[in-house]
């Protein structure tokens, strides 16, 4: 049942909504992790941060300028979270829902999916954002725990969320040390059971 009482579940003629949600800070390896999935099983996903990093580009700016215009304009971030809250409720929703905050909204919906975070230490996020977007490793390190601590500050103004509570999640996983492949092995084993 959601929140407020509603059996979401009954609302889509007994479908479920979504399978999983996968979250974690930038380059943790979250969108590959999903893409993996989606693959394997052929499911249909949505990437919260293909859509922060497409809203960036629609506004002609970098995803850190965007990053800070949510934290100065905080209806800019509710928009983009409504629109996920309804990717997880839709009842032709994709299977995969990704954003650093699905797993709280399937939480607290009361949602029966797998909600996974996926941790990294700094700098193996910063390595990896550095990989991906180049630049060198200092300055990624440090827009990293800069906009995670700006991301942590905005979701407790926001909605009350600490994003070190991991009482959401039913699978946690650190993947400093592990590969993609093994981060999709884990998971894709807990879908099977």
Not at 13 to 34: C, D, F, N, Q, R
Not at 71 to 86: C, G, H, M, N
Not at 138 to 163: A, P, V, W
């Amino acid at each position: 049942r959601g929140s407020c009482g509603v059996n979401f579940a009954d609302m889509n003629g007994g479908e479920v909504l979504v399978k999983i949600t996968v979250s974690g800070p930038p380059g943790s390896g979250t969108s590959t992790l999903v893409k993996k999935l989606a693959l394997a099983r052929n499911w249909d996903y949505v990437n919260g941060g293909g859509i922060f990093r497409n809203e960036a580009d629609r506004r002609g700016i970098s995803v850190g300028q965007f990053s800070q215009l949510c934290k100065d304009d905080l209806d800019v971030d509710r928009s983009l979270d409504i629109l996920l809250k309804e990717y997880l409720t839709a009842a032709d929703g994709p299977d995969i829902v990704e954003s650093r905050l699905c797993g709280w909204w399937a939480s607290n919906l009361k949602l029966e999916c797998l909600r996974v975070w996926v941790k990294v230490t700094p700098e193996e996020c910063a390595r990896r954002i550095q990989t991906r977007e180049g630049g060198d490793f200092d300055s990624r390190l440090i827009e990293s725990e800069t906009r995670q601590s700006d991301d942590k500050d905005r979701y407790r103004i926001l909605y009350g969320i600490d994003l070190d509570d991991m009482s959401p999640y039913n699978l946690i996983i650190d993947a400093t040390g592990l590969s993609a492949e093994e981060v999709f092995e884990l998971v894709n084993e807990k879908l099977e059971n």
